[in-house]
């Protein structure tokens, strides 16, 4: 796996900055969404969308684009805000989020927002789904990959582990998961509400390729990204080990920012903690 | 000869398919039951088996929708409605994909199953998720007709395929009439009368003929409205009939509440308001036994809607 350049690899880390600035202002000023989740996928949504897949903001319907699912739905606020640096959305559209009349859902809507390819927000539905586009896509040999990020606490819905027996049945091999596991769900850790653990290990037992990475490490995430669409024969996932409300020193690893905005005094920490302020993000 | 419903819809699946590439079909291990079969016999690379697991099945539906496939989904209607009810309302209705639902076994006579697998509220479900067209064809020439019409329709759908063959209600022509040509949303008049009406779907159009002509022997013209699809409901037919017989009988092979006689009940009040009687599962779980045993005991019956016509005739003085 070719090393990105150090360049690359702030361009990267910059863009996730900017992007994590985009939410804590949108849930903030909308009083609406999920900072905690949003937040903890940033890295990974930035590395797809700037690095990883083959997309064209000015083409959002080109046939022959990556598609990605977002199938922790409620981290529609990162997306969007990763929409929105890539050019799919002006960045202005951000502050309607959550709003009457916004196409800016708290989970996000096919109709209303070019670049997301199905509505999610209803737990375990977005791997499915993402399943049936590559199956179709092996139909029709389409040349595309298609990426899923799925949340940790979704991984106790049973849906999640009927797509992921039929992936390995029909040896899925252009679908790679991204596991965002930061171990805090709605009210409390994982440990307290539902343990997933050993989660690599199901995974593997279901017929899974699974890579374990730090999702905070650009350089892992992407050689992850990569080496997952090498894996023939089987889908593969990336587990990858996140910090729920990550860079919000006061949000990091709690449960009570999974869906909570913060209020004017937050956000302007939560800005300082970003190193938002004053560059216009 | 007159085929089950379910066999007129596994080979017009067929049929269809052959002019149709983007047509798929996935099951949930009962392509047997269903007559899926006949579909991965012909096109074995467009078919999905996707194991006991309806839930991933609807998304995965769906995804392949959005790639432009026209999916059909094939399960027993209990487990399409409840089983599946959010994926269906979620990746299905809400984000409007192509997907063609099918219930099979759909209602109390589903082939001596008992209660688990006795659709009675299926219709109610669907029809309460928006964007979702509901269809109850009465025979396997309607079946051929409605299967072609919901894959030209571009939107989810939810078909009930009954299991066993009940006598035939589309009009053949034979009259001097028209041959009957199903379109979505359009009830079709299988029986003229101007007493009252019996409205039916599915395979209860049949038995309302039957009631019709149990009514006759006692000098009662009644009317047969066939309503195949329950969603969008024929509001016109529906007033035409309140108008011009002033009472009216529906059977559905359902639970009383939800269903057909909802739906009648609904357009009624808002534009014709008139006497009415529900003929079908009284709001309860059914049992194994035989068809005409079960319709008899659950009150369905040809007689059970030809006494419901007559309580709707007193009533009315």
Same mark, same amino acid.
């Given at each position: 796996?070719?090393?990105?350049?150090?360049?690359?690899?702030?361009?990267?880390?910059?863009?996730?900055?900017?992007?994590?600035?985009?939410?804590?202002?949108?849930?903030?000023?909308?009083?609406?969404?999920?900072?905690?989740?949003?937040?903890?996928?940033?890295?990974?949504?930035?590395?797809?969308?700037?690095?990883?897949?083959?997309?064209?903001?000015?083409?959002?319907?080109?046939?022959?684009?990556?598609?990605?699912?977002?199938?922790?739905?409620?981290?529609?606020?990162?997306?969007?805000?990763?929409?929105?640096?890539?050019?799919?959305?002006?960045?202005?559209?951000?502050?309607?989020?959550?709003?009457?009349?916004?196409?800016?859902?708290?989970?996000?809507?096919?109709?209303?927002?070019?670049? #997301?390819?199905?509505?999610? &927000?209803?737990?375990? %539905?977005? +791997?499915?789904? =993402? $399943?049936?586009? /590559?199956?179709?896509?092996?139909?029709?040999?389409?040349?595309?990959?298609?990426?899923?990020?799925?949340?940790?606490?979704?991984?106790?819905?049973?849906?999640?582990?009927?797509?992921?027996?039929?992936?390995?049945?029909?040896?899925?091999?252009?679908?790679?998961?991204?596991?965002?596991?930061?171990?805090?769900?709605?009210?409390?850790?994982?440990?307290?509400?539902?343990?997933?653990?050993?989660?690599?290990?199901?995974?593997?037992?279901?017929?899974?390729? #699974?890579?374990?990475?730090? &999702?905070?490490?650009? %350089?892992? +995430?992407?050689? =992850? $990204?990569?080496? /997952?669409?090498?894996?023939?024969?089987?889908?593969?996932?990336?587990?990858?080990?996140?910090?729920?409300?990550?860079?919000?020193?006061?949000?990091?690893?709690?449960?009570?920012?999974?869906?909570?905005?913060?209020?004017?005094?937050?956000?302007?920490?939560?800005?300082?903690?970003?190193?938002?302020?004053?560059?216009?993000? | 000869?007159?085929?089950?419903?379910?066999?007129?819809?596994?080979?017009?699946?067929?049929?269809?398919?052959?002019?149709?590439?983007?047509?798929?079909?996935?099951?949930?291990?009962?392509?047997?039951?269903?007559?899926?079969?006949?579909?991965?016999?012909?096109?074995?690379?467009?078919?999905?088996?996707?194991?006991?697991?309806?839930?991933?099945?609807?998304?995965?539906?769906?995804?392949?929708?959005?790639?432009?496939?026209?999916?059909?989904?094939?399960?027993?209607?209990?487990?399409?409605?409840?089983?599946?009810?959010?994926?269906?309302?979620?990746?299905?209705?809400?984000?409007?994909?192509?997907?063609?639902?099918?219930?099979?076994?759909?209602?109390?006579?589903?082939?001596?199953?008992?209660?688990?697998?006795?659709?009675?509220?299926?219709?109610?479900?669907?029809?309460?998720?928006?964007?979702?067209?509901?269809?109850?064809?009465?025979?396997?020439?309607?079946?051929?007709?409605?299967?072609?019409?919901?894959?030209?329709?571009?939107?989810?759908?939810?078909?009930?395929?009954?299991?066993?063959?009940?006598?035939?209600?589309?009009?053949?022509?034979?009259?001097?009439?028209?041959?009957?040509?199903?379109?979505?949303?359009?009830?079709?008049?299988?029986?003229?009368?101007?007493?009252?009406?019996?409205?039916?779907?599915?395979?209860?159009?049949?038995?309302?003929?039957?009631?019709?002509?149990?009514?006759?022997?006692?000098?009662?013209?009644?009317?047969?409205?066939?309503?195949?699809?329950?969603?969008?409901?024929?509001?016109?037919?529906?007033?035409?009939?309140?108008?011009?017989?002033?009472?009216?009988?529906?059977?559905?092979?359902?639970?009383?509440?939800?269903?057909?006689?909802?739906?009648?009940?609904?357009?009624?009040?808002?534009?014709?308001?008139?006497?009415?009687?529900?003929?079908?599962?009284?709001?309860?779980?059914?049992?194994?036994?035989?068809?005409?045993?079960?319709?008899?005991?659950?009150?369905?019956?040809?007689?059970?809607?030809?006494?419901?016509?007559?309580?709707?005739?007193?009533?009315?003085?």
């Amino acid at each position: 796996m070719a090393s990105l350049s150090r360049q690359e690899i702030h361009r990267l880390e910059e863009t996730a900055r900017r992007v994590r600035c985009h939410v804590v202002r949108t849930v903030s000023e909308s009083r609406a969404g999920h900072p905690g989740g949003s937040l903890s996928e940033a890295d990974i949504l930035t590395a797809l969308y700037f690095h990883v897949m083959r997309v064209d903001p000015e083409r959002p319907d080109w046939a022959d684009r990556d598609r990605f699912v977002l199938s922790k739905g409620h981290g529609a606020a990162g997306l969007y805000a990763v929409l929105a640096e890539r050019g799919f959305l002006s960045t202005d559209l951000l502050k309607t989020f959550g709003r009457i009349d916004s196409t800016l859902q708290v989970h996000p809507d096919m109709h209303m927002v070019p670049g #997301v390819e199905i509505s999610t &927000g209803a737990l375990g %539905q977005g +791997i499915s789904v =993402a $399943l049936g586009i /590559a199956l179709a896509a092996r139909l029709d040999d389409g040349a595309f990959h298609v990426y899923c990020l799925i949340g940790d606490g979704e991984n106790q819905e049973g849906e999640v582990w009927e797509a992921a027996q039929t992936a390995a049945h029909y040896s899925v091999d252009n679908l790679t998961v991204v596991l965002d596991y930061n171990r805090v769900q709605l009210f409390g850790t994982l440990d307290e509400i539902m343990d997933i653990a050993p989660i690599t290990d199901k995974w593997r037992s279901f017929g899974w390729h #699974v890579i374990e990475i730090d &999702g905070h490490d650009m %350089q892992q +995430i992407i050689d =992850a $990204l990569e080496s /997952a669409k090498q894996i023939e024969g089987k889908p593969c996932i990336i587990v990858a080990h996140t910090v729920k409300g990550k860079g919000v020193s006061y949000m990091e690893g709690k449960s009570a920012w999974h869906g909570k905005p913060p209020d004017a005094e937050q956000l302007a920490q939560a800005w300082a903690d970003l190193g938002c302020a004053g560059r216009g993000s | 000869m007159i085929k089950a419903p379910r066999e007129a819809f596994g080979h017009t699946l067929v049929e269809l398919a052959r002019e149709n590439p983007d047509i798929v079909v996935l099951d949930a291990d009962l392509a047997s039951s269903t007559r899926v079969t006949y579909f991965k016999e012909a096109f074995l690379e467009r078919f999905f088996q996707m194991g006991v697991a309806e839930q991933n099945m609807m998304g995965v539906a769906a995804g392949m929708a959005l790639m432009g496939k026209v999916p059909f989904v094939s399960t027993f209607a209990v487990f399409a409605s409840r089983r599946a009810c959010d994926q269906v309302a979620i990746s299905v209705a809400h984000c409007r994909t192509n997907v063609k639902i099918v219930g099979a076994y759909s209602g109390i006579v589903s082939g001596n199953n008992g209660a688990t697998h006795q659709a009675v509220e299926d219709v109610g479900i669907m029809r309460a998720i928006p964007h979702m067209v509901v269809v109850d064809p009465g025979d396997d020439v309607e079946m051929a007709q409605v299967v072609r019409a919901i894959v030209a329709y571009d939107g989810p759908v939810y078909l009930r395929v009954t299991r066993d063959v009940w006598p035939r209600v589309s009009p053949d022509g034979s009259d001097g009439g028209q041959p009957y040509e199903f379109a979505l949303g359009k009830g079709v008049q299988v029986r003229s009368g101007s007493d009252v009406t019996l409205i039916g779907s599915g395979m209860m159009t049949s038995q309302c003929v039957e009631a019709a002509d149990l009514l006759a022997r006692l000098g009662i013209a009644a009317r047969v409205l066939h309503m195949p699809t329950l969603k969008p409901v024929d509001v016109e037919a529906i007033v035409a009939a309140a108008e011009e017989t002033g009472g009216i009988v529906t059977a559905e092979n359902h639970n009383i509440y939800g269903g057909l006689g909802s739906a009648v009940a609904e357009v009624l009040v808002e534009h014709a308001p008139a006497r009415m009687k529900r003929v079908g599962i009284r709001d309860c779980y059914g049992e194994c036994g035989g068809n005409a045993d079960l319709l008899c005991k659950y009150g369905m019956s040809p007689q059970h809607i030809a006494e419901a016509a007559q309580s709707v005739l007193a009533a009315g003085g």
